[in-house]
Structure formats: structure tokens, C-alpha cells
């Protein structure tokens, strides 16, 4: 078994620190036995430093050194990540944080770095080994997506879904929201057990920067006594908000601000999404001292509603269905579900419960809303707004759709059905604005991460949309986020959960045109070659 992979003997790495405007140099050297790469992810720099082998450049050579150099235009807390293979997972990750130029919009005394990650024992090829052997090999105690589909392949889609409400598991199943499970959370580089502690004198404010390098693990967030204030989401200033609770997607970073005032210990608890496990670290006023750690919560429950989006699952083929045994009394979903097309339906004795929380990033009538576990505030998507926008708000110049689309039997990823090393490049012209139309036929959650140029996330907040660099899509949901192509060469643009970036949820994109010097030598880094 692979012992791991770090950057300066550890991992994470070093953390990076730049001021905004400088040029910096970054010597890498591949100490290695295997290509290597760095990524910085939501940097904006030349397309052939963004350190992704086969599109930016053809990789790092065991033995040698390649120089990134690059100015550094934007301020806020990023990360940095190999490209190549498992690296990333295996431990190749570690954060930057960047000075503005100008004053903060907010005001703390003291700050921290807190990056999570969802260590695994396995490698990461033994990994993706293993789950395309097997889609549910690491989530075998739930009764699982992988399962249901098996049964619906054997016994068919209607009679399987009738019998699953037969035994009154129709509110779906547990949710298959993960399907990596066995990991053990850390945040810098530690775990539960070791508990990395940031100290603080009561009545400082402190700002955290939460980045999520994990391969799989979306994590929700919370300090039990703290308020916090999201005040940056991506690198980019937000509106502050106030919030109990929240969920950062695989490689976004938010950065909150808490002013704990007591002479006590809080604890930083981070619960995997799918409640499979959890990270946790302590704010404290002294070395060794601790909170209670809370309980893992119960895992959502898929609805019908989060496989909406699924061309299989097409209400219009249930018509005649009888739900009349179905036990909706503590159901968070359906209440809010199309039932347009379900013509035929009794729906006489279903008895709806208490209505559930909504969401707009969520599937209407979704199992999946988060909600903060002392029933207060959990930050939405459509919470954010842009602080500064970095853009003038036009009209896009057009439409691009792409289905976020998956074969959960076979393990395979992909967009519009198509994988990867079978698809054509996504190509952009150099000064146009493109709409970008994610929908989510699969029933996980996409963090989709386009490299190069920003993601401005369509909140329905028109110029103080956010920016960001990572969009996360529900189950069932379209979402949408423009990208001003003003960045020549080519770019990566995939899914960033590792195991399904892999499997062929990523595309390139070429952006044609702008500036002479800066346009991609794409012939050039095909021949050398270099693997993605
Ligand atoms: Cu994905």
C-alpha cells in the first residue's frame, strides 16, 4: 500500500501564501516515481501554468522541476492540488491564502487556515479498482442506489419501486449520497482523535478559512455555540451572512468569521453529508482543552423528487400507481413534488407531514435540504451575493446545456451521456459570455469546477450573483452559471469528485481567439502527451 503523497514531507503541504499583485515563482520538484503535476485551483493565470498534464501541459517528470510563474491577480483562500492520477487523494493537496491589495470588508483579529479532507486507507487506484468492480463497495450496509438499480434491472423499475413502498421504504432510500464511505475526516492533516486545536483569547474575532480538499466528502458544518458569518465563498467577498450551519461542497472554501467570548472550548464539527463520518477540530482559548463532539446525525432520505431528473424514472410511467400504503407521516419530501404528470395516482390516504424544508438548489420536494441541527439558520446557495461584482452584467451570448449524466451499475460518469476520452472538446469564443445549463440526471450531488475563468452562479441576484469556482448540482435540479470567456488556451472543466472525474465526468475546453500570445499551443502539448 502507497504510504501517501505530500508536498515538503507533508501533507497537507506548506501553506502558500501570496499577496495580491506580486509575481510569484514556484519551483516543483517531482520527487516521485510517477508524472506529477500541481493545480491552483481557482487561480486565474496563462492557461499553461494551471497544471492540469494533457491539457495546460504535458506533466512533471519523476526527477524533474518545472517553474510555475504567474502574477497573482485576486485575493482569498484557495487551494492547491495535484492533477495527476490519485495524487490528490492519496495527500497531494494544500491551501493558499492571498493579501488584498485594498482593506478587508471585515474586520478579524486572528486567523485560520481549516482544511478538511476524507482520508482513506485504501489508494486511490485501488479505489476506483474497487468501484468500478462494484459501485457500492464502500457503502455496503445501506440498502443503496447500486442495489436498487441491480433489482430494477432484475425484476423491473415498476415492480422494484412497488416493492420497495411495500416495505415502506419509499421516502426513497437511505440516501446513497456518498459512495465512498470507510474515510476518516481530518482537518490539517488531523484527525478526530488528534484534534487540531486554534487558539484564541475570548472576545477576538477570528476568521476561518474552511477549504474542502477531500476526493468524495461533502461536509456540513457547524461550531455548537457560535454564530457564524459567511463572509467569503470561493475566494470571492460575499454579502456576510449569519448562519448556524453550513455545507461546502468537494474544493469550494468559505470563510466565516466567529467571536467566541467565553473562556471556553468549542468544537469544529464537520458531518459528512452522507453521515457516514465526520471530521473534527477545537477552537480554544488553551492547548488541550475540548468540547462535547456531537452525534452523527441520521442520513437523508432520497424522494422521489431527487430522482426526478432521471430518464428512467419519468413520472408519466406511474400512472395507476397506488400509493395508498405509502407512510409519509415523517417525510421531509413530496409534499412539494410536480405531481402534474402522475395523472391516475390515489393519493387519498397519503398523509403528508409536516412539509418539509425547501431549498431552490434542491429538487422540489428533495429528501436531501440540509437543515443546521439546532434547527437555526443553514446557508443556501441562493444566500449568496457577490460583495464587489467583478463583472458588468450583460446578456449571455448563449446557451450551452450540459446533463450531468451516469451509469451508477457500471461506475461510470459522464456529461450528455458522453465520457471523457469519447468527447469533443467544449469550445468558447474569447470575449463571449456563455450560459452554462447543469442538469443533474444522476441521483448525486456534482461539484462542477471549470478551470481558468469564473463561475458566476445564477442566484437570481443578477449583477451581485456570486462568483465562484465550484457549482454544486443537486439531484434533480438545472442550475445555472454564466462564465465570461475572457481567458485564452484550454482549460479542464469536470466534476471534482475524484472517482468521477475519472471515470469521464470532465471535458476540455478550448477557448479560440483573444490575444495572440496567450492562444494555446494545443499541438504542441497533445504530442508530449501526459495523461489526465
Ligand atoms: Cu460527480
Redesign the pocket.
Known sequence: MKEGIGYNGASPGPVMRFKEGENVRINVTNNLDEMTSIHWHGLILPFNQDGVPGISFPGIKPGETFTYEFSIQQAGTYWFHSHSGFQEPDGAYGAIVIEPEGREPFRYDREYVVQLTDKHPHSGDRIMRNLKMMPDYYNREQQTVGEFFSDASKNGLMNTIRDRMAWGDMRMMKADVEDLQGFTGLINGKGPEQNWTGLFEPGERIRLRFINSSAMTYFDIRIPGLDMTVVQADGNNVQPVNVDEFRIGVAETYDVIVHPKDEQAYTIFAESMGRSGYARATLAPEEGMEAAVPQLRDPARLTMADMSGMPGMDHGNMAGMDHGDMDMNSSEGMSGMDHSNMEGMDHGSMAMGKGGQSDPFYAKGSGLVPTAANGGKFLSYADLKAQDPLYEDREPTREIELR?TGNMERYT?SINGVKYEDADPIRLKYGERVRFKFVNETM?T?PMHLHGMWSILDVGADQWNPIKHTVSVQPGTTVYMETEVDAPGQWAFH?H?SY?AAAG?FRKVIVEGGPESTQAKTDVIAKDGGEV
Request: hydrophobic residues 60%.
Open positions: 450531468l460518469w448525486m456534482h466534476c469528485l468521477h465526468m
